[in-house]
């Protein structure tokens, strides 16, 4: 089974104080402040993160996670690096990838998640935490893979317009993780650094002509020793380049959900290939 992870940005000097979310569940607080040209703010800006779960029981093994019950063939190409091999795929016609398909209910959001008519479907409400300046980020596992090519298709269903979903790749546990997102109500993607739980934005909030408003988008990341190159819908919009060693190898589907807003996510066609 597949569980997820909590983890909000908040625009105060002072830490939220985070109750567990369940019965055994394990939370953790830190705050850090550093300069970052947020998509929300220019400000200082500090995290707090939750983990519903110990990390270890977020993701399987990376033993196991190379035998998925995906094969890696569902009849999903992929149409770059056509050479790499597929080692997991879903095109969530039914759960035999096992995802967690429960309700949560959080001090920091509360979030269903089932698969219908063919999709994986979040739906999400961040509670107010800083007086709605801010949102939740949210993801949930797929397995592990240092070199790779995911590619997924997501949108949006929501009246509030601060919402984001994407991939959170490279992650070692919640205070070190890459997250590519984008937000097709406003047509701009970013992709934001956790570094020892301090946030960065080495790709500011952009906007590009690729991403299709209020529709359904696909994704790529493709990462190479630290190389990272991104997609939206075919065509090539970014790279990064990490300056250190990676922090992880763990990649998930993310969610970001703004405070006080109700939003339903939606995924498709999910592939990754490996070297």
Same mark, same amino acid.
């Given at each position: 089974?597949?569980?997820?992870?909590?983890?909000?940005?908040?625009?105060?000097?002072?830490?939220? #104080?985070?109750?567990?979310?369940?019965?055994?569940?394990? $939370?953790?607080?830190?705050?850090?402040?550093?300069? #970052?040209?947020?998509?929300?703010?220019?400000?200082?800006?500090?995290?707090?993160?939750?983990?519903?779960?110990?990390?270890?029981?977020?993701?399987?093994?990376? #033993?196991?996670?190379?035998?998925?019950?995906?094969?890696?063939?569902?009849?999903?190409?992929?149409?770059?690096?056509?050479?790499?091999?597929?080692?997991?795929?879903? @095109?969530?016609?039914?759960?035999?990838?096992?995802?967690?398909?429960?309700?949560?209910?959080?001090?920091?959001?509360?979030?269903? @998640?089932?698969?219908?008519?063919?999709?994986?479907?979040?739906?999400?409400?961040?509670?107010?935490n800083t007086g709605y300046r801010s949102g939740v980020i949210q993801? +949930?596992?797929?397995?592990?893979?240092?070199?790779?090519?995911?590619?997924?298709?997501?949108?949006?269903?929501?009246? +509030?317009?601060?919402?984001?979903?994407?991939?959170?790749?490279?992650?070692?546990?919640?205070?070190?993780?890459?997250?590519?997102?984008?937000?097709? $109500?406003?047509? @701009?993607?970013?992709?934001?650094?956790?570094?020892?739980?301090? $946030?960065?934005?080495?790709?500011? $909030?952009?906007? /590009?002509?690729?991403?299709?408003?209020?529709?359904?988008?696909?994704?790529?990341?493709?990462?190479e020793d630290g190389y990272y190159q991104f997609y939206i819908n075919?065509?090539?919009?970014?790279?990064?380049?990490?300056? /250190?060693?990676?922090?992880?190898?763990?990649?998930?589907?993310?969610?970001? #959900?703004?405070?006080?807003?109700?939003?339903?996510?939606?995924?498709d066609d999910l592939l990754v290939k490996t070297p």
């Open positions: 089974m597949k569980f997820y992870k909590v983890l909000l940005v908040i625009l105060l000097f002072t830490l939220c #104080a985070c109750s567990g979310p369940s019965d055994g569940a394990i $939370q953790t607080a830190i705050a850090e402040t550093g300069n #970052a040209n947020s998509p929300d703010t220019d400000a200082l800006i500090e995290t707090a993160i939750a983990q519903t779960k110990s990390s270890e029981d977020l993701y399987p093994t990376e #033993a196991s996670s190379s035998n998925s019950n995906s094969s890696g063939d569902c009849g999903i190409s992929g149409a770059l690096y056509t050479n790499w091999t597929p080692v997991f795929c879903d @095109t969530f016609d039914d759960n035999r990838n096992g995802w967690e398909l429960s309700t949560y209910r959080g001090d920091l959001s509360t979030v269903t @998640t089932n698969i219908e008519n063919g999709k994986f479907v979040v739906e999400a409400t961040g509670k107010n993801w +949930f596992p797929i397995l592990y893979a240092e070199n790779f090519e995911l590619t997924v298709k997501g949108n949006i269903s929501s009246n +509030f317009k601060n919402n984001s979903w994407g991939i959170a790749f490279n992650e070692a546990d919640n205070n070190n993780v890459y997250v590519l997102m984008i937000n097709s $109500q406003d047509g @701009t993607y970013y992709l934001t650094i956790y570094e020892d739980g301090k $946030q960065l934005f080495p790709i500011d $909030q952009k906007s /590009h002509g690729s991403i299709v408003w209020d529709k359904e988008n696909e994704l790529t990341v493709i990462a075919g065509v090539f919009v970014d790279d990064y380049q990490t300056s /250190h060693d990676i922090y992880g190898t763990r990649i998930s589907l993310a969610i970001r #959900a703004a405070e006080g807003a109700s939003s339903r996510f939606e995924f």
